[in-house]
């Protein structure tokens, strides 16, 4: 709708200007209430484009000129204000919020989580200092002296601060694959995941937990915990099993890190070390497949590999023994067969060691390995 022409006598008003534009909506603000406070409104323009919103307020039409001159597609919608709101939009505009340029307001460059974060430490009396950077001007960062925590946006290109701080604790936005990013600074990390569709919001990691690096112990825990976890957990049976893979490298103070990309093909899980570098790679297989995750989990260059596969009898054992490529392969392998509930060390193409996942313990007999 094009209001100047329904409406003439708006040509006289200071924000006729705005008016020149096809609206594809209109609103007001929930103060407007009565007949009086509709003829004391004052209009804004939100503009939509491709890449963001903008606010236009008073007479000036230019920036929207320059929108359709450079060829952009722009949807705006009229909204009535009064005249307290009207105000309040029109005096937002400072140096570290939302910039304001003629009679134009983005909210893009504003830096509203920051601002609010540090209206919060200001409320609970928490000392802070402002960290400075023309790099990364619209991603605040604070240091807490008294806590020694750094709280970031970033997730790279930190360690300069981390070297001069030294804090205790980073405190970072994101998810939480995002953990390994800070590995490197030899602190506590939080991570704090605000997304719409995060189903945890905190993602936790101690420096001084102790990370199990023997095969042997990892193994037996595996052995003693799959299925118990399992049982815990609703879903689907490989989801299922991934949680509690996910949980058991935790216990062990893994990293644990899902759906890993590494050379074109994607592991399901693994876990990573204090140093970000992978000691086990997982795959789980619901069917009776699994030479493709030998090679999936090959390519990670892990300490160990853990494939999960289903036989109704131990023949995928005998047929993974026979796999060439065991042959070379340099790390061990601890297949687990969740059918029978049967498991095997193997390191290229001999067992090493052989479990039973239902007694949850090593089997120190091996003659009915290969019975089926």
Same mark, same amino acid.
């Given at each position: 709708?094009?209001?100047?022409? !329904?409406?003439?006598? !708006?040509? *006289?008003?200071?924000?006729?200007?705005?008016?020149?534009? &096809?609206?594809?909506?209109?609103?007001?603000? *929930?103060?407007?209430?009565? %007949?009086?406070?509709?003829?004391?409104?004052?209009?804004?323009?939100?503009?939509?484009? =491709?890449?963001?919103?903008?606010?236009?307020?008073?007479?000036?039409?230019?920036?929207?000129?320059?929108?359709?001159?450079?060829?952009?597609?722009?949807?705006?919608?009229?909204?009535?204000?009064?005249?307290?709101?009207?105000?309040?939009?029109?005096?937002?505009?400072?140096?570290?919020?939302?910039?304001?340029?003629?009679?134009?307001?983005?909210?893009?460059?504003?830096?509203?989580?920051?601002?609010?974060?540090?209206?919060?430490?200001?409320?609970?009396?928490?000392?802070?200092?402002?960290?400075?950077?023309?790099?990364?001007?619209?991603?605040?960062?604070?240091?807490?002296?008294?806590?020694?925590?750094?709280?970031?946006?970033?997730?790279?290109?930190?360690?300069?601060?981390?070297?001069?701080?030294?804090?205790?604790?980073?405190?970072?936005?994101?998810?939480?694959?995002?953990?390994?990013?800070?590995?490197?600074?030899?602190?506590?990390?939080?991570?704090?995941?605000?997304?719409?569709?995060?189903?945890?919001?905190?993602?936790?990691?101690?420096?001084?937990?102790?990370?199990?690096?023997?095969?042997?112990?990892?193994? !037996?825990?595996?052995?003693?915990?799959?299925?118990?976890?399992? &049982?815990?957990?609703?879903?689907? &049976?490989?989801?299922?099993?991934?949680?509690? !893979?996910?949980?058991?490298?935790?216990?062990?103070?893994?990293?644990?890190?899902?759906?890993?990309?590494?050379?074109?093909?994607?592991?399901?899980?693994?876990?990573?070390?204090?140093?970000?570098?992978?000691?086990?790679?997982?795959?789980?297989?619901? =069917?009776?497949?699994?030479?493709?995750?030998?090679?999936?989990?090959?390519?990670?260059?892990?300490?160990?590999?853990?494939?999960?596969?289903?036989? *109704?009898? %131990?023949?995928?054992?005998?047929?993974?023994?026979?796999?060439?490529?065991?042959?070379?392969?340099?790390?061990?392998?601890?297949?687990?067969?969740?059918?029978?509930?049967?498991?095997?060390?193997?390191?290229?193409?001999?067992?090493?060691?052989?479990?039973?996942?239902? %007694?949850?313990?090593?089997?120190?007999?091996? =003659?009915?390995?290969? %019975?089926?």
């Amino acid at each position: 709708m094009n209001l100047n022409s !329904l409406f003439p006598n !708006l040509r *006289k008003k200071f924000f006729s200007k705005l008016f020149g534009f &096809e609206f594809y909506g209109f609103s007001i603000c *929930k103060h407007i209430i009565d %007949e009086l406070s509709m003829k004391k409104s004052l209009p804004v323009v939100l503009v939509k484009t =491709s890449d963001r919103h903008l606010y236009f307020i008073g007479e000036s039409s230019r920036p929207l000129d320059e929108i359709v001159r450079k060829g952009r597609k722009a949807i705006s919608k009229l909204r009535l204000l009064c005249e307290d709101c009207y105000n309040r939009i029109d005096k937002i505009g400072c140096e570290n919020a939302i910039l304001r340029k003629g009679f134009v307001y983005d909210p893009f460059r504003c830096d509203f989580e920051g601002i609010i974060f540090k209206n919060l430490l200001k409320k609970y009396d928490i000392r802070f200092d402002a960290i400075e950077s023309e790099v990364y001007r619209n991603e605040f960062e604070y240091f807490l002296p008294d806590m020694s925590a750094l709280i970031t946006k970033r997730t790279i290109e930190l360690k300069d601060i981390a070297e001069k701080l030294k804090p205790e604790i980073i405190l970072g936005f994101g998810e939480q694959q995002d953990i390994v990013n800070f590995l490197e600074y030899n602190s506590n990390i939080i991570i704090f995941d605000d997304s719409e569709e995060a189903q945890q919001r905190f993602f936790l990691f101690d420096k001084s937990k102790k990370v199990e690096d023997s095969i042997e112990k990892v193994i !037996l825990r595996i052995v003693s915990k799959l299925n118990e976890y399992a &049982e815990q957990i609703r879903g689907k &049976e490989h989801d299922r099993l991934i949680e509690s !893979l996910f949980k058991i490298g935790q216990d062990l103070g893994f990293i644990p890190q899902k759906e890993l990309p590494q050379k074109g093909t994607r592991v399901d899980l693994v876990w990573l070390n204090r140093e970000g570098k992978i000691f086990a790679a997982i795959e789980v297989e619901t =069917s009776a497949q699994w030479k493709k995750d030998i090679v999936s989990t090959w390519e990670t260059e892990p300490k160990l590999a853990i494939v999960v596969s289903y036989y *109704k009898s %131990e023949k995928g054992i005998k047929d993974s023994l026979q796999y060439v490529l065991l042959e070379n392969m340099p790390h061990k392998l601890f297949f687990i067969n969740n059918f029978t509930k049967k498991a095997y060390l193997i390191e290229r193409n001999s067992i090493l060691k052989y479990y039973d996942l239902a %007694e949850k313990k090593e089997i120190k007999r091996t =003659s009915d390995v290969f %019975e089926y």
